[in-house]
């Protein structure tokens, strides 16, 4: 079974109390130089123009101690088990060395899960994921768990992948959960 690697690399949220206020995050933005670069945290915290969002992530294999990542080279957002003895949280602009212990640990695999929480409701109209990272260019049969709603991935290839299945209402302090359900 093939692994999702680079989970996802822009998200486009619109705020359902204030519809005149839309953002974009572009993960692969943040990740790459001019942005925070290669960097792990335990909390990412999001700016947005109508709020606040923050990430957290989670693995099957680290438990609750994982990472939200941000990945340089189009990598964007995943999650990583392993800090490297030496690694430190925090962005770190410029920076393209890797932190994860191994170096492959920097995507959502099997058993990751990325959670994200506003503050403020919020609709999430489209997710894009980006499949060209790390060597494994094809979702064809992969599943992942989006806002608690399970898809099989029936399209392959590099590149971005966009679900624009229908809009996600997400309420202020909820948890929307973006989960790798391969088997690990």
């Given at each position: 079974m093939k692994f999702l690697k680079g989970i996802l690399i822009a998200i486009l949220f619109l705020s359902a109390t204030m519809a005149a206020?839309?953002?974009t995050i572009d993960?692969?933005?943040m990740a790459n130089p001019g942005?925070?670069?290669?960097?792990?945290?335990?909390?990412?915290?999001?700016?947005?123009?109508?709020?606040?969002?923050?990430?957290?992530?989670?693995s099957i294999a680290a438990g609750t101690g994982a990472y939200a990542y941000l990945d340089s080279g189009f990598g964007g957002l995943g999650v990583c088990s392993f800090l490297l003895g030496s690694a430190t949280?925090?962005?770190?602009p410029g920076s393209s060395a890797n932190l994860c212990n191994p170096s492959s640990d920097d995507n959502a695999t099997a058993g990751d899960a990325l959670s994200f929480v506003f503050d403020v409701d919020v609709i999430i109209d489209t997710i894009w994921m980006n499949n060209n990272h790390d060597g494994?260019?094809?979702?064809?049969?992969?599943?992942?768990?989006?806002?608690?709603?399970?898809?099989?991935?029936?399209?392959?290839?590099p590149g971005l992948n966009s679900f624009t299945l229908f809009s996600y209402?997400?309420?202020?302090?909820?948890?929307?959960?973006?989960?790798?359900?391969?088997?690990?």
């Open positions: 206020n839309a953002d993960f692969v933005a942005g925070n670069g290669e960097s792990a945290y335990t909390s990412l915290i999001v700016p947005l123009s109508f709020g606040t969002l923050t990430i957290t992530g989670s949280t925090g962005p770190k494994d260019t094809s979702l064809l049969g992969d599943t992942m768990s989006i806002g608690g709603a399970d898809y099989t991935f029936t399209n392959g290839g209402i997400v309420n202020a302090g909820v948890p929307f959960i973006i989960a790798n359900n391969n088997i690990p």
